[in-house]
């Protein structure tokens, strides 16, 4: 009761409804809320942590930057959905808000199109070089399978795409990366595609803020080859998988297109299926699958690459002495 009595008490100000409705579009930061309020920094910040210590809200530290969202379990949760759904749409200060948070994302997305401009004209070569995107989505669908999911965890997300890949076919999914500007084109992709249990986190894959098996999908979409250690990523990736959990991972075969390296910051230059099924054993993984997915090339001396995709299933006892090492 006291409790209860405490959360209705943190929701009761107008303002802290206004902010209940703005977060209720999405993850936001304190800056981007003062500037929606337009009221101060000090008193937006004393009004989020009375949500925030109440449960209705949460706050995820990333880098310099805090983002705000709304709980997304317990209490805090069901009080806050209860309480927008009484929401009047044609409210005139929450409607003027939400024109003033257009605005801010209006901002937020040209912000990171710049940056993302940058990073295509790489990308795009690179995916000139094998099979369409299309096709390789389609197969790892089909690799893993027609179950639903209950918790996904996508390892570098970068825009967030296997988050819109496999969203609708999980309950609740979540992509880390290091790049804080991929991660704001990750939410910016989430949120324009309506995926509202999906959500991005910083993390650094080495070291992931999770307790031991949690996530009963876990995807790593072409980031093994940039990584020093390969291998490490991995097991740590299978520390957090649940128990019978699926992994899916999509790299390239070994190539000889060293300009990769030079160009592209890539340092693996491939895996081959011995390497990588022995990591994947070692880790504590079973049912290893491989499959590859060959460009349509007519010049056999072209330039080109190879994907392969890896799947395995975590054991459902205890893993092997090396992953729990
Ligand atoms: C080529 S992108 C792939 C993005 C996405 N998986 C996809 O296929 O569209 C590689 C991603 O790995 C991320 N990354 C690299 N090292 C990382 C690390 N140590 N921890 C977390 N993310 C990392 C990069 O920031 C980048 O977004």
Not at 38 to 58: F, T
Not at 79 to 94: G, N
Not at 207 to 229: G, R
Not at 243 to 267: M, N, S, Y
Request: glycine share 6%.
């Amino acid at each position: 009761m006291e409790q209860l009595v405490t959360a209705l008490r943190a929701i009761g100000e107008p303002t802290r409804l206004r902010i209940l409705s703005l977060l209720s579009r999405g993850e936001l930061t304190v800056s981007e809320l003062v500037s929606v309020l337009g009221q101060s920094q000090p008193r937006v910040s004393r009004h989020i942590k009375l949500l925030a210590s109440a449960g209705i809200i949460e706050r995820l530290p990333e880098g310099t930057w805090v983002f705000y969202r709304l709980a997304d379990h317990g209490r805090g949760q069901k009080i806050a959905q209860s309480v927008i759904s009484l929401f009047d749409d044609t409210d005139r200060v929450m409607a003027r808000d939400l024109e003033r948070l257009e605005a801010v994302k209006h901002a937020r997305t040209n912000a990171a199109n710049a940056y993302f401009a940058e990073v295509a004209k790489d990308w795009a070569h690179i995916r000139s070089l094998h099979l369409s995107e299309n096709s390789v989505e389609a197969a790892l669908r089909e690799a893993a399978g027609k179950q639903r999911f209950k918790s996904m965890l996508d390892i570098g997300t970068g825009t967030g795409r296997m988050l819109e890949v496999f969203g609708q076919h999980t309950e609740r999914a979540l992509g880390i990366d290091l790049s804080h500007e991929m991660l704001n084109l990750a939410r910016l992709n989430i949120e324009k595609a309506g995926l509202e249990n999906c959500s991005v986190r910083h993390s650094d894959l080495y070291n992931l803020p999770f307790e031991d098996d949690k996530f009963d999908l876990v995807c790593i979409h072409q980031v093994l080859h940039y990584l020093d250690e390969p291998r490490t990523a991995l097991r740590e990736a299978v520390r957090v998988m649940a128990p019978g959990g699926l992994i899916t991972i999509v790299d390239f075969a070994p190539h000889q297109l060293e300009f990769l390296r030079e160009q592209h910051a890539h340092r693996r230059l491939g895996f081959t299926d011995a390497e990588m099924e022995n990591w994947m054993q070692m880790s504590g993984l079973k049912n290893i699958t491989h499959r590859a997915l060959r460009p349509d090339i007519q010049d056999a001396s072209a330039n080109h690459l190879t994907v392969k995709i890896w799947t395995g299933e975590r054991h459902s006892t205890t893993a092997t002495a090396e992953a729990r090492a």
